[in-house]
T-cell receptor
Framework: GAVVSQHPSRVICKSGTSVKIECRSL??????MFWYRQFPKQSLMLMAT?????????EQGVEKDKFLINHASLTLSTLTVTSAHPEDSSFYIC??????????????FGPGTRLLVL | DAKTTQPNSMESNEEEPVHLPCNHS???????IHWYRQLPSQGPEYVIH???SNVNNRMASLAIAEDRKSSTLILHRATLRDAAVYYC??????????FGPGTRLSVLP
């Protein structure tokens, strides 16, 4: 099946710094990529949807100026957590789809990035 | 988005079949039923999906009720590696994948 990678797999940073997470579709072109975060013992919560070449669509309650998303190519989307604080510590997961199969579309998920803000 | 109801947790013995139920009574006529699973500290993994007919693949089988208001994911022989949280997600293109709490499956040796 298709492969989605994320980098880094885990990152520790100081409060106030910015962290960039990359999501790549390795063997297919992803017209749409999704970003989720998951707090311990909770389910995945959708943060935003990004389409290649256009602005991301953010879910209610997600600050677009804090979580900057760039989907510059059909194989790469980045999430930048700006001025990170301890409450931003979470497991961030991206997913990608080809956008060609309607409801049959399978989403391919990355392995996740664990962010710890000290 | 259709609402789903799944048991919080289930237990199975190794090498026995497991039936994971999901109620999705508000599903629309064109929504596909997707199942994903998430192993500890990993991203979700696709398991199977279907629309109306029962489906089989190398990982599992999906039995869909005739009225489509419920479905059951069947693992024919559970292994320790099948211990995960299983999510059923009604989905159609243009919607978002909405993850509910899922069912945490424990497999006992």
């Amino acid at each position: 099946g298709a492969v989605v990678s994320q980098h880094p797999s885990r990152v520790i940073c100081k409060s106030g710094t910015s962290v960039k997470i990359e999501c790549r579709s390795l063997d297919f072109q992803a017209t749409t990529m999704f970003w989720y975060r998951q707090f311990p013992k909770q389910s995945l919560m959708l943060m935003a949807t990004s389409n290649e070449g256009s602005k991301a669509t953010y879910e209610q309650g997600v600050e677009k100026d804090k979580f900057l998303i760039n989907h510059a190519s059909l194989t790469l989307s980045t999430l930048t957590v700006t001025s990170a604080h301890p409450e931003d510590s979470s497991f961030y997961i991206c997913s990608a789809g080809t956008g060609t199969s309607g409801g049959r579309e399978t989403q391919y998920f990355g392995p996740g990035t664990r962010l710890l803000v000290l | 988005d259709a609402k789903t109801t799944q048991p919080n947790s289930m237990e199975s013995n190794e090498e026995e079949p497991v039936h994971l139920p999901c109620n999705h009574s508000t599903i629309s006529g064109t929504d596909y039923i997707h199942w994903y699973r998430q192993l500890p500290s990993q991203g979700p993994e696709y398991v199977i999906h279907g629309l109306t007919s029962n489906v089989n693949n190398r990982m599992a089988s999906l039995a869909i009720a005739e009225d489509r208001k419920s479905s059951t994911l069947i693992l024919h022989r559970a292994t320790l590696r099948d211990a995960a949280v299983y999510y059923c997600i009604p989905y159609n293109y243009g919607q978002n994948f909405v993850f509910g709490p899922g069912t945490r499956l424990s497999v006992l040796p």
